[in-house]
């Protein structure tokens, strides 16, 4: 008899991303079951920018990384940030557009998988835009995210523009 269960440490992120994406999906879906989609996406557009905000101080202060200085920093962080947060099957690159700009184009989404799933698309409002503009928020910039294109409204893939404020980071 086995006394000792033996994961490797890539075993165990797996498990625990996959946990959390689970999580998330059941939690919005019983929210929409007993209040409505309407409630459903605004309170998960409220946790997401909350929980955005303490995924990003934490990668801060666990990493060492301090401030972001330019652009290449904001990049670096966010692709760093989405590794760490998203299972290995989330499919993204962050490309920058100009100084104060960067781009992350989602090719598989691992949030979408589970709503077109569930079969509801036409009625779930992704929390990435809350998120990640509240990554710039814990990260001391001055910005905006949006979404320009989705593949919750049939485009290929999905884009999010996080676009600095000011002109400035």
Same mark, same amino acid.
């Given at each position: 008899?086995?006394?000792?269960?033996?994961?490797?440490?890539?075993?165990?992120?797996?498990?625990?991303?996959?946990?959390?994406?689970?999580?998330?999906?059941?939690?919005?879906?019983?929210?929409?079951?007993?209040?409505?989609?309407?409630?459903?996406?605004?309170?998960?557009?409220?946790?997401?920018?909350?929980?955005?905000?303490?995924?990003?101080?934490?990668?801060?202060?666990?990493?060492?990384?301090?401030?972001?200085?330019?652009?290449?920093?904001?990049?670096?962080?966010?692709?760093?940030?989405?590794?760490?947060?998203?299972?290995?099957?989330?499919? #993204?690159?962050? &490309?920058?557009?100009? =100084?104060?700009?960067? $781009?992350?184009? +989602?090719?598989?989404?691992?949030?979408?998988?589970?709503?077109?799933?569930?079969?509801?698309?036409?009625?779930?409002?992704?929390?990435?835009?809350?998120?990640?503009?509240?990554?710039?928020?814990?990260?001391?910039?001055?910005?905006?995210? #949006?979404?320009? &294109?989705?593949?919750? =409204?049939?485009?290929? $893939?999905?884009? +999010?523009?996080?676009?600095?404020?000011?002109?400035?980071?």
């Amino acid at each position: 008899m086995r006394t000792e269960v033996k994961l490797t440490s890539e075993q165990k992120e797996k498990i625990l991303k996959e946990n959390w994406f689970s999580h998330d999906g059941r939690w919005f879906l019983k929210v929409a079951q007993e209040l409505g989609f309407d409630v459903a996406n605004r309170l998960n557009q409220i946790v997401a920018k909350s929980m955005g905000k303490t995924e990003a101080k934490r990668f801060l202060i666990e990493s060492n990384f301090g401030e972001v200085k330019n652009i290449e920093d904001l990049q670096r962080i966010f692709i760093e940030g989405c590794r760490l947060y998203y299972p290995k099957e989330h499919k #993204f690159e962050f &490309k920058i557009v100009d =100084k104060n700009t960067i $781009v992350g184009t +989602v090719t598989r989404c691992i949030a979408f998988d589970g709503v077109k799933k569930a079969g509801v698309t036409d009625f779930y409002q992704c929390g990435c835009v809350a998120r990640h503009g509240a990554w710039l928020e814990a990260f001391g910039l001055d910005g905006e995210a #949006f979404i320009r &294109k989705s593949m919750m =409204k049939e485009d290929d $893939v999905c884009e +999010v523009v996080c676009k600095l404020k000011n002109g400035k980071i």
